[in-house]
């Protein structure tokens, strides 16, 4: 299952359009700012549920709150990071299946 984490406001549009494309095999986690479901904790809950995560938000964002997560994150997990406007797939981990993801996503 792919865990895709909807970095605050502008990244939850474009995080339901990718669930919308793996509708049975992805989940959505939504962080919005004031709620006690902030960055942090859906990266945490994302990393801990999935092998495969996609992050919407930029790049600076995602790579700090990787450092937070950073016990959590399994060696075998693919983590990409994309833009809310979809301009850019980033992958933060290499190997075959991520490769695969990136692919899908730019398609």
Known sequence: MI??????????PL???LHALWPDSSRVHRASRGSIFQAPEAMGLAFGLHHQVIAVGSLATVVHLLADVHPALRRDTDVL??????RWVIPLTHGDSTEELTREVEA
């Open 15 to 17: 995080a339901d359009e």
């Open 81 to 86: 990071c994309v833009d809310p406007q979809r």
């Open 3 to 12: 865990g895709l984490v909807a970095i605050y406001e502008p990244g939850h």
